[in-house]
């Protein structure tokens, strides 16, 4: 209904509406700034949800506030329903008044993106910025400048400046952080919180033999005219059999921007999980991952778990975007047709697959350490600490 009024409604209208709005928010940051900073009070945010790297250093405070109650936690997202009740966690809409008096009295920001331009840092607040990826493929930030236009490269400036920890999870990401974000801070080598569990599950890895097995499928974002499930889900199932055993389930995530503007039929055996909040609770889980671009790549197969990139716009995505590494190189099967797809599944070799992933591992420079969550929140008990 949303899209339908914004498509119905004049551009100028909407230009109006959003420069009122911009206007107001940052009104309510100056007016809120007359209120003292409150010393125990740590802000999460994640436009997306209640999901990827700031959920995990969230639940992580959450049990360690089980001994020691002095914090108070809030989560600000667009969708704070996810969030569940039984959590000494706050959730807050994401620009609602309740949100940004707690982002302007706040100690500790813990941040999953950018902040927006009108979102001011004071004096005395620790800014966290945790990201949404560690080692990528497809160039981001400064390393693209000309796919995300001015506006967006000012506000990522200044939200760097304003940032006083950047976590990274190896040496790549720690020299895109000084490139390409700017970052003249402190950056800590800890991991990335969400990829703890792949670490843990890797020193416990046995492939499954029979059961229930599932396979996500999890693009990157290429526009909302593209058909992003184009694939014969029956034919990859039997693919998936044929080498794995057992019954499969296919379980697809898209970007959010194009999630529920595709349908998926149950028949066709594609079950779509875009609209869940956190991705990672369904990749712990899943025995095999499909993608093209995305950077889950390297973190799904931290736990030795088969990765196959399936890249039938490899040349037109590399023109478009440009790509930090040559693709043939990557340590995945790869795949340019379907049927090629299909053939890489059943002639996967899990001994070539890990040792190719160990090599590649050791280029960029992995610093996964299974206890990223423990040590942001180390810091924030720190900060919090140092205030008492």
Known sequence: MRETIKKLTPKFLIRIYQSARYLGITALFFVFRIFPIRKNLVVFCNVWGYGDNAKYVAKELCRRMEKNKKMELVFVTNHPEQIPKNL???????????????????????????????????????????WHGGIALKKIEGDCENILGENYIRRAKKDSENTDLFVSNSDFCTEMYKRAFWAQSEIVECGSPRNDYFVRAAAGRKERTSGCKTAIYAPT???????????????????????????????????????????????????????????YSYLYSAD?????????????????????????????????????????????????????????????????????????????????????????AERIERIISLDQ
């Open 288 to 376: 095999v991952l499909i993608t093209d671009y995305s950077n889950i790549m390297f973190e799904f197969c931290i736990a030795k778990k088969p990765v196959f990139l399936y890249a039938e716009d490899l040349e037109t995505y590399r023109r478009e975007r440009g790509l930090y590494f040559d693709f043939k190189t990557l340590p995945f099967p790869k795949a340019y047709t379907k049927e090629e797809l299909y053939a890489e599944i059943e002639d996967y070799q899990m001994e070539k697959y890990v040792k190719n992933q160990k090599e590649f591992f050791l280029v960029v420079g992995l610093k996964e350490s299974g206890m990223a969550s423990a040590t942001v």
């Open 221 to 279: 974002y290429r526009g909302e005219g593209k058909n992003y499930c184009d694939f014969d889900a029956a034919r990859l199932r039997r693919a998936l059999t044929n080498r794995f055993g057992g019954k499969w389930e296919i379980l697809a995530r898209l970007h959010p921007l194009v999630a529920g503007k595709q349908e998926f039929s149950q028949k066709k055996g594609i079950v779509d999980i875009s609209d869940k909040p956190d991705l």
């Open 88 to 130: 000494p966690i706050r959730a807050l809409k994401t620009n609602s008044p309740s949100a940004i008096l707690a982002l302007s009295r706040a100690r500790v920001w813990v941040e999953n993106n950018r902040k927006e331009a009108y979102i001011k840092k004071r004096r005395g607040q620790y800014y966290i910025q945790l």
